[in-house]
Every structure is written in C-alpha cells, then in structure tokens.
C-alpha cells in the first residue's frame, strides 16, 4: 500500500516537473516571438521613415499658374526633382528635412517638411518673380573683311592648357599656357595647397561630405548640368559667391573655366579638387 502512495506521487511530481517544463519552454518560445515581433515592427519602422514622401504643387505668385521645371533639392539628404507640366512634384523627405525651391526668374524659398505635410498630403508652394532691371549692354561689332585669316584673327582665342600628374586620377589642372611657370603653379598648388582651401576643406566636412551625395544622385546632375547660376551648389555646400569661385580659383581652374561653365563642371571640379586634398593631407600626417 506505502508503496503504491509513492508511485503515485513520482507520477505526479513527474507530471507537476513536465507541466513546469513545458511553460518554461512556451515562455521562452513568446519571449523570442516577442523579440522577433519588435525587430519587425522597428524595421518597419525605419524603412517607412526613410520611404516617407512628400508632394504638392509650385505655383506663381502673381497668377497662381503651375510653374513647370522649378528644381527642388532635398537639402539633408542631397536629393532633387522637378515638377511636372502640371507644377506637381514628388520627392522623398522626413520630417525637418529642408527642400530648396529655384527657377529661373524667381525668388528661391526654403521650405520645412512637418508631420502635418506628411499626413495630409499635397502642399501648395508658391513662388514670387523677381524685378530684373537689364543693365545696359554694350556690342563691340567686329569689323569683318571677308577673308578668313584676316577675320579670325580678330577673335579673342584663350588657351587654357591642362596638366595631369601621374599617380593621380584627375582630369588635370588648368594654368593658363605652356610656360615653365604655369608647370611649377601647378606643383604649387597641389602639394602647398593654399591656407583658403584649408579653411575651407578643413573646416566642413560635413558640407563636402555632400559633394559625393550630389555626384551619385543623376536628377541633381541633370538640374546642374542646365545651370550656371552657382545657387544650388552655394545652398548645399553653404558658400557664397565669393568664396565658391575662388574656391575653384584655388584648384586651379582657369578664370576662363570659371565663367562658362555650368553648375556640374563646377561640381566636378570642387570635388576632385577635394578628393585630392584629403588625400594629400593624409600623407602629409603620415
């Protein structure tokens, strides 16, 4: 009789330390579902946030027509659009992002992303013209013969010659002719590079760091490569006029480089100039 008690209870205990287990493991089993539960929903999160996009229409001031082709770039993370015939535009952006707003003609705005723009959609811009006063212009009409070596000679031709130092992957250095002179500027302002750069390369690099961002991202390209007007870049890399050619002065580029080209050669030029330096720098702490 003692002895079937005591099976009864080892059956018991048994069963009471099989129960035990068995929650034990479903305990463990909902803490990794919990887990895995969060994981999920945080990466949601995340991809959500970095797919938010915001939307709405440019439209002039003055008469509340759509403007067509108004380039916008998403200041913090270095992407841009352009709106449609219809002035509507699309373009990825989260809350306190900046979009920068230009077109020709027109003031430039910047705009804030907020969580009611996000939430509720469409957003109207609007743009105001400017009042443009043409200074007067003065043509110096050439006075042509008809013969082509007598003409030609009448137009001004620059010679900006290029040079390329082997070792480092450039396009070269503009120095203006061919002379012993214009090679040892060259030398000069690679391996000395000037105390403007420094200050200018040296003191942002979060800025420049944005350069890389501009070269990768193909609509922003597009919208430099119709430019000339230098505000893009001035925007992004928080510069003004002065100081962005002269930074382009400083990489060498010809005064001629300066003047005619667009917003992209510029960008090019900026950062090889850059890459180059920060390589050059390396090496000197080396």
Aim: glycine share 6%; proline share 1%; hydrophobic share 40%.
């Amino acid at each position: 009789m003692g002895l079937l008690i005591f099976s009864q209870k080892g059956m018991l205990f048994v069963k009471v330390l099989n129960s035990l287990l068995l929650l034990q493991k479903i305990k463990l089993q909902m803490k990794k579902l919990l887990f895995l539960f969060t994981f999920l929903l945080a990466t949601t999160y995340g991809f959500s946030q970095d797919d938010t996009k915001v939307n709405g229409t440019v439209t002039n001031y003055e008469n509340t027509k759509p403007l067509e082709n108004v380039n916008i770039v998403n200041l913090n993370q270095v992407i841009g659009t352009s709106t449609n015939r219809k002035g509507e535009f699309e373009i990825t952006a989260k809350v306190d992002d900046t979009l920068h707003f230009s077109y020709l003609g027109f003031k430039s705005i910047k705009v804030r992303v907020t969580n009611d723009w996000i939430k509720f959609g469409n957003a109207n811009i609007v743009l105001t013209e400017l009042a443009l006063a043409l200074e007067e212009v003065i043509v110096h009409q050439l006075k042509l013969t008809g013969h082509l070596e007598v003409d030609i000679k009448q137009v001004a031709i620059q010679d900006n010659f290029r040079y390329s130092i082997s070792g480092l992957s450039t396009t070269g250095y503009e120095a203006g002719g061919r002379s012993p002179s214009a090679v040892n500027k060259v030398l000069g302002a690679i391996f000395n590079p000037a105390d403007f750069l420094y200050n200018v390369f040296g003191k942002k690099p979060k800025e420049l760091r944005k350069l890389k961002k501009m070269k990768e991202d193909d609509e922003i390209r597009n919208l430099l490569a119709s430019r000339f007007d230098r505000e893009m870049l001035m925007v992004l890399l928080q510069v003004d006029r002065i100081d962005l050619d002269q930074i382009v002065s400083q990489c060498n580029y010809s005064a001629d480089f300066i003047r005619v080209a667009n917003d992209l050669q510029i960008l090019d030029a900026i950062s090889e100039c850059y890459e180059e330096y920060k390589v050059l720098s390396r090496n000197k702490r080396i």
